[in-house]
């Protein structure tokens, strides 16, 4: 439980019977609502603050040029571009990992061949907001990979993204092999595409 909902819990228990009505289902409804309320709002901020963040970090990218757009897993990257206007992402290709110089170098290949000036990179947080282990290895990753490939890098919010992109891999008929193929590199179109459409419209 976080502490916003902890909180929220301790003050609704702490309130006398006669404040919340002598029925304990009305009771039980009361802290539900307020546990609702409270973990509404706290992801409400946490999406304020990564998205302030976001905003911050991506003005290093200027006004125009290629963004390179990557789903960091544990066996593979997902890469995408979109164009120098960044209007539409599209999908590159799914590199499986080796050892992070071998992938730092083939992502700077890319980036070079496509003139990319700015990084996006997926960040896998909480369903609560909150960053385990998974957005510490890839906060880690974008730190190492500024030693190969200096750009600058903005992180975006990846939550559902592999989840939305399998959805879409189903509905367009693609099958099972098919989408364990391209679904990183899809991930990271999506995680791209949502990141550009802040940038052009969203700030």
């Known amino acids: ?8 819990m301790r003050a609704i228990t702490a309130k006398a019977p006669s404040e919340l009505g002598e029925a304990p289902w009305l009771k ?8 609702r309320l409270a973990r509404h709002s706290a992801l409400t901020h946490v999406m304020r603050r990564m998205n302030n963040h976001f905003d911050s970090d991506a003005a290093a990218f200027g006004a125009k ?4 757009g990557l789903d960091h897993g544990e066996k593979t990257i997902g890469i995408a571009v979109c164009d120098p206007e960044r209007r539409v ?18 992502l700077s290949a890319i980036a070079n061949e496509r003139a990319i000036v ?27 990979l500024k030693t190969v490939l200096p750009l600058p890098v903005a992180f975006w919010d990846e939550r559902l993204s592999t989840a939305a992109m399998e959805r879409d891999s189903i ?14 590199e899809r991930a ?14 969203g700030r």
């Open 1 to 8: 439980m976080s502490v916003a909902n902890a909180e929220a």
């Open 28 to 35: 039980k409804r009361q802290v539900r609502t307020t546990l």
């Open 65 to 68: 040029g290629a963004l390179l």
């Open 89 to 106: 992402a599209a999908p590159v290709e799914t590199i499986r990992r080796k050892k992070f110089t071998v992938d730092a170098n083939a």
């Open 118 to 144: 700015g990084v996006i990179l997926g960040l896998p947080l909480n369903m609560d907001g909150s960053e385990g282990p998974r957005a510490q290895s890839v906060r880690a990753f974008a730190r190492n």
């Open 171 to 184: 509905a367009m008929g693609d099958s099972r092999a098919r989408r364990a193929e391209k679904i990183d």
């Open 188 to 201: 990271a179109t999506f995680i791209l595409q949502g990141a550009i459409d802040r940038l052009r419209n």
